[in-house]
Structures are given as structure tokens and as C-alpha cells.
């Protein structure tokens, strides 16, 4: 009787374990987790940087929002007359299931969010954007000589941006020389500073975020360097320099270099 209780339990215990790991992702939380930020929390968008969700006509098709969503997508793109040129990246990190509940939360629910709901992700970029950025602190922000309040590494360690790296370039991560203008603006850095969407940067700053007067400062910094962007490499220019003046010195010692038999020619 009891080897009988044993394995109906062992059974039952068996079927509710593949119901419970088979949950469905929600889709409103993946959302707000990783594109309110950018498109707002109930999907009206950033004017200038990132386009709204609501009432785009582009949304309803199930297989565009997919490849978006995994392939990234930049401008420029139109929508309700609108131009947008900023860039949106790949979310590599999202499984299927979760994209496929995202889709179906932006075709559903969100057309029906009041504009204006609030959201954590939300509230952090709204809230930064009325902090008055310094690009001098943004600057020391950047190359580490002001450390972040969470603790988190300073950017140099994988990003360059207007001519400042790491000896050689910072390879882990892209050149953030143009950011500002990638995601059209001051609006849209604050929104990406506010939900970083690298699976890189996630682990880092997810729970250590930046601060609103961070964001403000970095903000206030990448419109600083866009300036810079196609600019000469210093690096470059010191290295073609040091050829030059290597190869002149060569040429002048050979020169100054005369053979034993053309010594004993001319009688020296």
C-alpha cells in the first residue's frame, strides 16, 4: 500500500511540475521591462526619437514586430507623417514565447492604454529629463573619474566616444560617438540610459540603473561628441608621423653608410 502511495505521488508530482515551468511570459510585463522606455509606457512614443506603438497601423503585422524585435530596425521611417531616424536594436535576449506574448500585449492591450500611464522604466526617463545634464561630469562619468552611485563600471571599459578610449579602442562594446544622433537626441539617450537594451549591460546596471542626474549628465556628454563623429583618429595620425620619421631616418643612415672597398676607392 505505501510502495502504492509512493508512486501515485511521484506521478502527480511529475504532472504539475511541466505545468508550472510551462507558464506563459506576460506580455505587458516584457513590454514595460524592455520598450517603454523608449516607446513610452502606454506606447505613445518619444517626439523626435523613438515613434509611437499606439494606433500603428505597422503593429499589427505579427511577423514585422517579430523581425524587429529580433533583428533591430533604423531609420529613417515615417509614421503619422512623422520622421524618425534614430536607431532601435536587436533584443537577442527575448526568447520566443516572449516575443510572441510582446506582440500580442502592443496588438491588444497597450491600443488601449491611456496615454500617460505611468511605469517605472517610464518615470525614470521623464524624470531625468528634467535634471539639468553637465557635459564636463558626463565627460568624468564616461572615463571613470567620477564613479556611478550603484557601483557600476565606467563606460571606457567598453565604450569609446569623441576620441576618448581605452589605449587602442574599446572593443567589447560599440563607439558612442554619435549616439545622441542615432537616437535622436537628448530625449532618446535618457530613455536608452533608462532601460539599456544590451543583454550586456542588463546584468550590469538592472539592479545598480543610473541615477537621474547620471543620465542627465551622460545625455548632456553624447551631445558633445556627435560633433566629432567622422573625425580624424589621433592615434592614427601619431602612428603615420612615427613611419615617417622612421623611414627618413633609415634612408639618412644608409646614406651616411660607406662599404670598406668604396672607402679603399676613394682613398679613405
Known amino acids: 500500500?505505501?510502495?502504492?502511495?509512493?508512486?501515485?505521488?511521484?506521478?502527480?508530482?511529475?504532472?504539475?511540475?511541466?505545468?508550472?515551468?510551462?507558464?506563459?511570459?506576460?506580455g505587458a510585463t516584457v513590454y514595460q521591462t524592455n520598450c517603454a522606455a523608449c516607446h513610452g509606457p502606454?506606447?505613445?512614443?518619444?517626439?523626435?526619437s523613438?515613434?509611437?506603438l499606439v494606433d500603428n497601423p505597422a503593429v499589427q503585422d505579427a511577423e514585422f514586430v517579430r523581425t524587429v524585435v529580433t533583428g533591430g530596425l533604423s531609420g529613417p521611417i515615417e509614421v503619422f507623417g512623422?520622421?524618425?531616424?534614430?536607431?532601435?536594436?536587436p533584443f537577442a535576449s527575448l526568447s520566443d514565447a516572449e516575443i510572441t506574448a510582446l506582440?500580442?500585449?502592443?496588438?491588444?492591450?497597450l491600443q488601449g492604454s491611456p496615454v500617460g500611464t505611468t511605469t517605472t522604466a517610464g518615470a525614470i526617463a521623464t524624470t531625468a529629463a528634467a535634471v539639468t545634464g553637465s557635459a564636463e561630469r558626463g565627460e568624468a562619468i564616461f572615463i571613470g573619474a567620477q564613479r556611478l552611485d550603484?557601483?557600476?563600471?565606467a563606460c571606457i571599459a567598453c565604450h569609446g566616444a569623441g576620441g576618448r578610449d581605452n589605449l587602442g579602442g574599446s572593443t567589447l562594446g560599440p563607439d558612442l560617438t554619435d549616439l545622441s544622433a542615432r537616437f535622436g537626441g537628448t530625449a532618446g539617450?535618457?530613455?536608452?540610459?533608462?532601460?539599456?537594451?544590451?543583454?550586456?549591460?542588463?546584468p550590469v546596471f538592472g539592479a545598480n540603473p543610473f541615477t537621474d542626474s547620471e543620465r542627465a549628465d551622460l545625455a548632456a556628454y553624447f551631445a558633445t561628441t556627435q560633433s566629432s563623429a567622422g573625425g580624424v583618429d589621433l592615434l592614427l595620425i601619431?602612428?603615420?608621423?612615427g613611419a615617417v620619421v622612421l623611414f627618413g631616418g633609415m634612408l639618412l643612415f644608409r646614406r651616411s653608410r660607406t662599404s670598406y672597398a668604396e672607402r679603399l676607392r676613394s682613398g679613405r
Do not use: C, W
Request: hydrophobic content about 50%; glycine content about 14%.
Open 189 to 202: 539617450v535618457l530613455a536608452v540610459l533608462a532601460n539599456p537594451p544590451s543583454p550586456t549591460m542588463l
Open 103 to 109: 506582440i500580442g500585449y502592443v496588438q491588444g492591450d
Open 50 to 52: 523613438f515613434p509611437p
Open 238 to 241: 601619431l602612428g603615420v608621423i
Open 82 to 89: 512623422v520622421q524618425y531616424d534614430g536607431v532601435m536594436p
Open 42 to 48: 502606454a506606447g505613445e512614443g518619444i517626439a523626435g
Open 150 to 153: 550603484g557601483g557600476g563600471p
Open 1 to 26: 500500500m505505501i510502495r502504492y502511495l509512493v508512486v501515485v505521488t511521484l506521478f502527480m508530482t511529475m504532472a504539475v511540475m511541466p505545468a508550472a515551468s510551462a507558464a506563459e511570459p506576460d
